[in-house]
């Protein structure tokens, strides 16, 4: 009976030994971050904040851009308005009648007008070199007032057009031909105010 609880005892604290003297189990350790990820980190950083500021530049330089276009685009089209209202007729010799092809040019001065009211021109009526000065200047006049006058039929108000005539003072082809003379008998205009902003009909 004593042996018996002898060895009851000595199992017991032979269990109770197992049990205390056992490994403690290992606490995992927060991991500490290292200067490498913690530079790492600031770059990242730092590489989305270029890549968004450039985006933004880049945006801002694409709407720079279109703005800048949409101007050149408009002085443009302005530019082009001018030249079609500048665009000259011609007369046969010694007539100040239209000519059927003229009629079509001064059609797109009369679209250019009502699609600018504030525009004002001024017609010159010019001849060739044939002829006494007196009778160029009131042949000059005579066509000048023909263009005035078919602009006017249209619906365009008489107070916006002035007429001058040059005789024969004033060649575009300073020669002593058909051809130089041909091209000097004409009507030119000119855009006298309201011809910064031309805007197509």
């Not at 004593?2 to 604290?13: H, I, P, T």
């Not at 001024?122 to 005035?148: M, P, Q, T």
Request: proline share 3%; net charge negative; glycine share 8%.
């Amino acid at each position: 009976m004593k042996r018996a609880m002898l060895l009851l005892s000595v199992g017991v604290v032979a269990v109770v030994l197992a049990a205390c003297g056992g490994k403690k189990p290992e606490t995992t350790a927060t991991p500490q971050p290292n200067a490498d990820s913690i530079a790492a980190a600031e770059r990242a950083r730092q590489e989305a904040a270029d890549a968004e500021r450039r985006a933004r530049e880049e945006a801002e330089r694409v709407a720079r851009q279109r703005t800048a276009d949409s101007l050149a685009a408009l002085g443009q089209s302005s530019e082009a308005v001018r030249t079609l209202l500048g665009a000259m007729i011609h007369f046969d010799y010694d007539k100040a009648t239209l000519r059927g092809d003229d009629v079509g040019v001064l059609d797109q001065k009369v679209s250019i007008l009502q699609a600018n009211p504030g525009a004002r021109i001024r017609v010159s009526g010019h001849c060739d070199e044939r002829g006494s000065d007196e009778y160029n200047l009131a042949l000059g006049n005579r066509r000048a007032s023909a263009a005035k006058q078919y602009l006017v039929s249209h619906g365009i108000d008489a107070g916006r057009i002035e007429t001058t005539s040059y005789g024969e003072e004033r060649p575009i082809i300073p020669a002593h031909d058909e051809s130089a003379w041909s091209a000097n008998r004409r009507a030119e205009f000119e855009v006298l105010s309201g011809g910064d902003d031309l805007r197509q009909p």
